[in-house]
Nanobody, 127 residues
Framework: QVHLVESGGGSVQSGGSLRLSCAAS????????WGWFRQSPGKEREGVAT???????MYREPVKGRFTISQDDAKSTLYLQMNSLRPEDTATYYC?????????????????????WGQGTQVTVSS
């Protein structure tokens, strides 16, 4: 079993940057797909970025060129570097993990793909 704990959220002005971290413990060597999701009030949780066990990364269109997903070599920490933040990026951000490979055809953008979730960290971007 994998346990995930997010940190790094906060409040920032439009155009600013934040780096989210997700500390992973447990059977991380069995995890093949890692993801960052976000959820705004009244909206469904949506995938933001994924990275697989080979290091291949995928990004949703709204964050391409602004967000970067990465992981340390030990796969003990997952990161999301967020630059050029916009008010519409305001949400609770969650990290996720699953023992199945990421779906290159988009299946990993749905929260049903992932078995393990962190508790979330709030990001607020003001204009």
């Amino acid at each position: 079993q994998v346990h995930l704990v997010e940190s790094g959220g906060g409040s920032v002005q439009s155009g600013g940057s934040l780096r989210l971290s997700c500390a992973a413990s447990g059977d991380t060597d069995k995890t093949k797909c890692w993801g960052w999701f976000r959820q705004s009030p009244g909206k469904e949780r949506e995938g933001v970025a994924t990275i697989d066990h080979y290091g291949s990364k995928m990004y949703r269109e709204p964050v391409k060129g602004r967000f970067t997903i990465s992981q340390d070599d030990a796969k003990s920490t997952l990161y999301l570097q967020m630059n050029s933040l916009r008010p519409e990026d305001t949400a609770t951000y969650y990290c996720s993990a699953d023992p199945h490979p990421c779906d290159p055809f988009g299946g990993s953008w749905y929260d049903t793909w992932f078995a393990v979730w962190g508790q979330g960290t709030q990001v607020t971007v003001s204009s």
